[in-house]
């Protein structure tokens, strides 16, 4: 097995593409972000918000009905679409061509629900980011597996993992079975945890910033709104992996002199996003 690929400063300015000035709203990338069920639909505005403030032009959500008002007042920036369903998804339609797709944080998994996310992988050409319930639907039908498009990138949490690889005995064998996975699907993987490791086939990477602040509800919605924001923005699939991440966590070692571990939360996050951003343009003057 290869040694890891540390994310430090470096491999980062590497990857980084600094905002150009002549830039609009229309070529910044239209991210859409999928999910929501009653009671989760927070996971869908923290996500589609972290979107947005992740530099991406246009943020639509599509969720269930019961989330309309919430979505609109929580953040005017966003725009939605619901499905026909008050309190689940049960049928992805929408008439706009996003350059990103996120979908899973707070989905739920009514039957109705795993049948929408079947049709839509089975038409699906654009770039797509894949957690939390999208990700468990995958594990209880693993044989739509195959109708993911190259380089989807997959952001499982130690559990979601364990649902789509079984379980393992070390770490070692995590990372193999990992690696397997990655190779068979030709999928990046998100290995989220502490630290966050990518796994793109036979490559390691292992990420360098973030701290037990972040083991908070919401972080991993979060995250995946990061993600697909960079993906929508035109970055390399294992790009916006590598770039999601590392910000991620940086944002909560810049938080973290100010609000300690304990009273860190997901909203942090995404306050922090500009500072996080803003010491990358300093590294790279
Ligand atoms: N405000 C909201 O609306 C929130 C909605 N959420 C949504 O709730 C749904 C369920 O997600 P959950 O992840 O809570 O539930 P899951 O059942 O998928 O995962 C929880 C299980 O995973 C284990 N686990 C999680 N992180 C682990 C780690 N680092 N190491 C070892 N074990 C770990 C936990 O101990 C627990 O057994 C998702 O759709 C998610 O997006 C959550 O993200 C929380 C916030
Ligand atoms: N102790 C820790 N140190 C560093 N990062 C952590 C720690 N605990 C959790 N995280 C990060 O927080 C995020 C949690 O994601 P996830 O479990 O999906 O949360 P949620 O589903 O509640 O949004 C991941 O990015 C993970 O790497
Ligand atoms: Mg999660």
Same mark, same amino acid.
């Given at each position: ?115 929408? /996310? !079947?049709?839509?992988?089975? =038409?699906?050409? &654009?770039? #797509? ?7 468990? @639907?995958? *594990? ?104 999601? /991440? !590392?910000?991620?966590?940086? =944002?909560?070692? &810049?938080? #973290? ?7 860190? @939360?997901? *909203? ?18």
């Amino acid at each position: 097995m290869m040694n890891p690929i540390y994310i430090h400063q470096k491999e980062i300015l590497k990857r980084y593409k600094q905002p150009d000035q002549y830039t609009h709203k229309g070529i910044q990338g239209h991210a859409i972000i999928i999910g929501g069920s009653y009671g989760k639909m927070g996971a869908v505005c923290l996500s589609s918000k972290a979107c947005l403030k992740t530099g991406c032009g246009l943020v639509t959500v599509f969720i269930p009905k019961c989330g309309y008002d919430i979505l609109q007042i929580a953040i005017p920036e966003v725009m939605v679409i619901t499905d026909n369903q008050e309190k689940f998804i049960s049928n992805i339609i929408f008439d706009i061509t996003p350059q990103a797709i996120g979908i899973g944080p707070g989905l739920g998994l009514e039957i109705e629900t795993q049948q929408a /996310v !079947y049709k839509l992988l089975q =038409t699906n050409k &654009i770039p #797509l980011v894949i957690d939390a319930d999208a990700l468990n @639907i995958l *594990s209880k039908n693993k044989e739509w597996l195959p109708l993911l498009q190259p380089k989807t990138i997959i952001s499982p949490h130690p559990k979601e993992l364990e649902r789509l690889i079984g379980k393992w005995n070390s770490d070692a064998e995590k990372l193999e079975k990992s690696i397997t996975f990655s190779k068979e699907y030709n999928l990046i993987i998100v290995m989220k945890g502490a630290p966050t490791r990518i796994i793109d086939g036979d490559t390691i990477y292992g990420n360098t910033t973030g701290n037990a602040a972040l083991a908070t509800a919401g972080t991993g919605d979060v995250l995946t709104g990061m993600i697909t924001s960079l993906l929508a923005q035109s970055y390399e699939p294992i790009n916006a992996a590598i770039l999601g /991440v !590392y910000l991620h966590g940086l =944002t909560a070692d &810049i938080a #973290l002199p100010e609000t300690g571990y304990q009273s860190f @939360i997901a *909203s942090d996050v995404i306050t922090n996003i500009g500072k996080a951003f803003l010491s990358l343009e300093n590294l790279s003057k």
